[in-house]
């Protein structure tokens, strides 16, 4: 609980693969992205609920429509105690790929440039983490020109 695991990790383009065991006695875990002084998207799992949740209320410019700053979910069990995460980060987007695409969920972020920190967390109790592995991307430059 003392050790950022992810400490000194910035990006605003990254690919996030995780393989968690989860333990009853954990309430909440997963990764805060798009970190800044005052911002932050995150991307959790409650497994008392099984549910999976991306919660973009702090993700940057969310006051131009009254439900953009919302929380979504969607339900998912572990697969023999098991949550596999795949998490795509791209400036103002995030994907993300629970258990091989049993669950999804896909969001637009407005987040400020400087907001490029990243975070692991786990909220009373404790978990296994078995794999983590982390790629910096490349952002998406979209370039039109006429014919």
Do not use: W
Request: charged share 25%.
């Amino acid at each position: 609980p003392k050790h950022d695991l992810l400490a000194g990790i910035q990006s605003r383009s990254l690919e996030i693969n995780a393989e968690i065991s989860v333990l009853k006695a954990t309430k909440k875990f997963g990764f805060r992205i798009f970190v800044g002084e005052e911002e932050e998207t995150v991307i959790y799992y409650q497994p008392e609920e099984s549910l999976l949740y991306v919660d973009r209320s702090r993700s940057g410019q969310v006051g131009f429509q009254e439900d953009f700053a919302r929380l979504q979910s969607v339900p998912l069990a572990p697969i023999d105690g098991v949550i596999r995460l795949r998490i795509l980060m791209d400036r103002s987007s995030v994907e993300v790929f629970a258990n091989d695409g049993m669950a999804t969920l896909t969001d637009c972020i407005f987040s400020s440039a400087q907001s490029r920190g990243l975070k692991f967390f786990v909220e009373e109790g404790y978990l296994h983490l078995d794999s983590l592995d982390i790629y910096f991307l490349e952002p998406a430059d979209f370039n039109i020109t006429s014919i």
